[in-house]
T-cell receptor, first 112, second 112 residues
């Protein structure tokens, strides 16, 4: 167990809807990164939050947004869901921006 | 550009044999590499890491080798067990925008 928890574990949404995914980081970690993992692929970096500020972003459109709270937990919001957004969304926490990251179990999002 | 890839998408080994999973990276500025294991339905699990100032690092039954000359990384698993069956990813960290860049993964199947 990594101490990183994500909720919900599974979610089904309709195209065009909005979704919020949640992540609680490991104790002592101030950095949270979000990844999207399509079936059969490696995780793709969405963005990272460090001490409540966005600190790096991958090649994802603005409808992917996030937030980090003072307790370093984090949310990933996706607006105007598309079918291709169906994937496993992973949250990883770390003690710094360029240190080892520990992943949660992920949220399986299905868009229909 | 930055990329991390794997030479073989699948690997089958007999139980008790040693496994070698390879990875190539293209960014010579990367200074930290991590191997992750991902079992079905779970998030990636940290296995071992290595910094660019090292050539070799050993853990329990696992060894990572780094060849900076040819930008190659390998993960060796000794006495492979059925519980080692999973997808293995190498990931690199560099001082650019993306904290972790993952390859597509190698699926390791252990034959009893």
């Amino acid at each position: 167990e990594t101490g990183v928890t994500q909720s919900p574990t599974h979610l089904i949404k309709t195209r065009g809807q909005q979704v919020t995914l949640r992540c609680s980081s490991q104790s002592g970690h101030n950095t949270v990164s979000w990844y999207q993992q399509a079936l059969g692929q490696g995780p793709q970096f969405i963005f990272q939050y460090y001490r409540e500020e966005e600190n790096g972003r991958g090649n994802f459109p603005p409808r992917f947004s996030g937030l980090q709270f003072p307790n370093y937990s984090s949310e990933l919001n996706v607006n105007a869901l598309e079918l291709d957004d169906s994937a496993l969304y992973l949250c990883a926490s770390s003690a710094g921006r360029f240190t080892e990251a520990f992943f949660g179990q992920g949220t399986r999002l299905t868009v229909v | 550009g930055e990329s991390v890839g794997l030479h073989l998408p699948t690997l089958s080994v007999q139980e008790g044999d040693n496994s070698i999973i390879n990875c190539a990276y293209s960014n010579s500025a990367s200074d930290y590499f991590i191997w992750y294991k991902q079992e079905s339905g779970k998030g990636p699990q940290f296995i071992i890491d290595i910094r660019s100032n090292m050539d070799k690092r050993q853990g329990q039954r696992v060894t990572v080798l780094l060849n900076k000359t040819v930008k190659h990384l390998s993960l060796q698993i000794a006495a492979t067990q059925p519980g080692d069956s999973a997808v293995y990813f190498c990931a690199e960290i560099n001082s650019g925008n993306t904290p972790l860049v993952f390859g597509k993964g190698t699926r390791l199947s252990v034959i009893a």
